[in-house]
């Protein structure tokens, strides 16, 4: 039989090397019959449908660019991943965009490796997309399903409110009080913790506000009526303000008024 169904081998027996004999009949009685060994190889194509990729830490703060090393987490999806080692190439986008392949192990379904710091030297957003994963025993015969594998990393500037101002804002005696941020261009979009303190009408110190920056504006800077117990104009300065998702903080001396009716 010359017709060789690698399908129906590899359903009963899997991936693996297959030899056949090939022999040629001699028509010619006195040459002998030829025969030779042929070697087919058959692979499984791995389906990384479902995968996650996770860089730790995700979020980085300027200020520890010099020292931060970098993880990335490479976690199947519902296909089997068999236990061994693995080329993996993959890319980084952003400031300092590369691509590299290295070798690591998958075990029991989870794939880690270390990443190269150099890559995240300045502020931003970047992306490692995985473009491909192969037993490094494979001879390639299949190319394995990969999709859309990737996983982000932020390098936080320092937030600075240097020449942001407070909306002077008005409020009646117990109640809260909502007030805006601007100019604050030296703050990246995010969500951040800001120290203040009040004095003159009412006086408070070290109190923790919870604010969204978009496009330099924060708008949701709440003083708690318990604060405002008092008539008269609360003198506000804002001491710190530091990121929520990760220890990226500075100081600031922002000030503001805020007029409180009876």
Known sequence: DHFVDVQKIFNAKGEGNYFFAYTVASTNPICSDRQTIIRIRLEKQLDFTGAKVEIDPPFVCEKDIETATYAVKITKGPAPVPNT???????????????????????????????????????GNYKVNILSIVDENSLRACTNIIGDLSGTLVINPIPDLTGAKIVQGTTCQGEDARLQITDAAKVADGVYDITYNLSDANTVSNQIARVTFSGGVANDFVIPGILNAKSGTSAITITAITLAVVPCGNTANLKGNLLINP
């Open 85 to 123: 080692t693995y080329f993996v190439t993959y890319n980084v986008t952003g400031p300092n965009a590369a691509t590299e392949t290295i070798t690591a192990n998958f075990i029991n379904g989870v794939l880690l490796f270390p990443i190269k710091s150099s890559y995240f030297q300045v502020t």
